[in-house]
């Protein structure tokens, strides 16, 4: 499975983006879906997963109520709609995937598939 992300860039606080994961190499209908971010000397975050059919979302307890996950499998690609945006949201953004039976999947080593990246810059 690769993954690419977009939509990445720099903004101020308040205001909204939306980043882009497109997926080839797997039927993406067959593929969990999430996005981590990691920001400069932290670890990685779990920020958002969203099921095979796009039924069932999950929201780290920093993002929720502001962010919001979606995938479009005829188009084969996952979204993060992000609003509200704090100095905090700063950080590298990943896509992951993985074909499973659970529902949904909440932690990094659950993954086996990852995005390289695209970068989000929230100023003050």
């Known amino acids: 499975v690769q993954l690419v992300e977009s939509g990445g860039e720099l903004v101020q606080a308040g205001d909204s983006l939306k980043l882009s994961c497109s997926g080839s190499?797997?039927?993406?209908?067959?593929?969990?879906m999430a996005w981590f971010r990691q920001a400069p000397g932290k670890e990685r975050e779990f920020v958002a997963t969203i099921s095979k059919a796009g039924s069932t979302t999950n929201y780290g307890d920093s993002v929720k109520g502001r962010f919001t996950i979606s995938r479009d499998n005829a188009r084969n690609t996952v979204y993060l709609q992000m609003t509200n945006l704090k100095p905090g949201d700063t950080a590298v953004y990943y896509c992951a995937a993985e074909l499973s039976e659970s529902l949904i999947l909440t932690t990094a080593d659950d993954y086996g598939f990852w995005g390289q990246g695209t970068q989000v810059i929230v100023s003050p």
């Open positions: 190499g797997q039927p993406f209908s067959e593929l969990v």
